[in-house]
């Protein structure tokens, strides 16, 4: 199981932390880092910095949102940071929902969103393989666009550019299971938002054998410490604002995850708690079982045998979320 290192989007501005981490991440062995983009800052501009500071390791997208981009313009984002730093990029792409599509983005969310999701993998890897011109026929990301109000005018077209490599990995974020199942047969692997180690079959439904090389890769926010309940504030204060705010109380598929996982009226309370503007007991709503099931917090002997438990699973990569060297280096050594 390789380690990753999972920063995400900026909150008010830069985070001035980031780049010592990946330093830090590169030096400690980890093999990829992991920039994302909420309705923020982007996934891509910080990675290049990144990528530009660093050597060897990976740099992934976790996700760069497909709404943000017509696919064939990350694709360009893809290849172009690909050359830059040597062969080194994961493309991680999420769907994101319908509030954020619709509200920062100012467009339909896809009434098929997994054909939506499908074709633009599929553009994505047309311009990768240049192998001819990009041509879909599709519902949501036609190319040449054909459209009524178009003219009539466009031509398929090649990336001028070579790619670097045809086979970027490109990973999915999923939550629900035909979404999972979809992300099995079209994507190179997996981004789980809400990993647990002791229930990830029944919670996900997984197949008991995985495409050959498929990447599992979730998310874990980890850290080192001695009072494990203070520990896990920060774990439930970003449950908090992805259940509570991060989608429609009547569409949001965080909270609908959180309900498979047999939190479903939890989950409720800490939607109708934030929409009321009281984020602070929204976040204390949160079970600590739930926070705990799904985070590394605690001393050094509890984490070590809880990392125990996400090895013997099919993870690939653990994506660790800290802004604690000292939390980094410990799990650096524990997976030595």
């Not at 984002?77 to 730093?85: E, F, K, P, V």
């Not at 080192?224 to 259940?243: H, Q």
């Not at 995850?257 to 984020?279: D, H, N, P, S, V």
Request: proline letters at 7%; aromatic letters at 8%; glycine letters at 10%.
């Amino acid at each position: 199981m390789r380690l990753g290192l999972a920063l995400g989007y900026w909150g008010r501005g830069p985070s001035p932390g980031h780049l010592d981490l990946a330093r830090e991440a590169e030096r400690l062995g980890y093999d990829s880092v992991w920039t994302a983009e909420a309705w923020g800052s982007d996934a891509f501009t910080a990675l290049t910095w990144i990528a530009a500071h660093t050597s060897r390791i990976r740099l992934g997208t976790a996700v760069a949102q497909m709404a943000a981009r017509a696919p064939t313009t990350t694709a360009m984002h893809a290849l172009t940071l690909d050359h830059l730093s040597g062969g080194r990029v994961l493309l991680g792409l999420g769907l994101s929902g319908p509030q954020v599509v619709e509200g920062w983005y100012g467009r339909p969310f896809p009434r098929s969103p997994l054909t939506a999701t499908r074709e633009y993998v599929d553009v994505v890897r047309q311009v990768l393989r240049r192998e001819a011109p990009v041509r879909l026929d599709g519902r949501h990301h036609s190319h040449p666009y054909d459209g009524p109000d178009g003219t009539g005018l466009g031509k398929a077209l090649k990336p001028i550019t070579h790619p670097l490599r045809a086979d970027v990995p490109v990973l999915l974020g999923a939550e629900g299971p035909r979404n999972i199942a979809q992300t099995l047969a079209i994507a190179d692997g997996w981004l789980p938002l809400y990993w647990t180690p002791d229930r990830w079959a029944e919670v996900y439904a997984l197949p008991e054998t995985l495409p050959e090389g498929f990447l599992v890769a979730p998310m874990v926010r980890a850290r080192l410490c001695e009072d494990v309940t203070a520990g896990l504030l920060p774990v439930k204060a970003m449950l908090g604002f992805y259940i509570g705010g991060m989608g429609h109380a009547a569409r949001n598929f965080h909270a609908d995850l959180m309900g498979r996982m047999g939190y479903e009226k939890e989950a409720r309370r800490i939607q109708e708690l934030f929409a009321a503007g009281r984020r602070e007991e929204a976040v204390l709503a949160v079970p600590d079982a739930f926070a705990d099931e799904i985070s590394l917090v605690g001393p050094r002997k509890r984490i070590a045998g809880r990392l125990e438990k996400w090895r013997r699973g099919p993870v690939t990569d653990l994506l660790v979320t800290s802004p604690d060297p000292a939390t980094l280096r410990l799990l650096a050594e524990l997976s030595t």
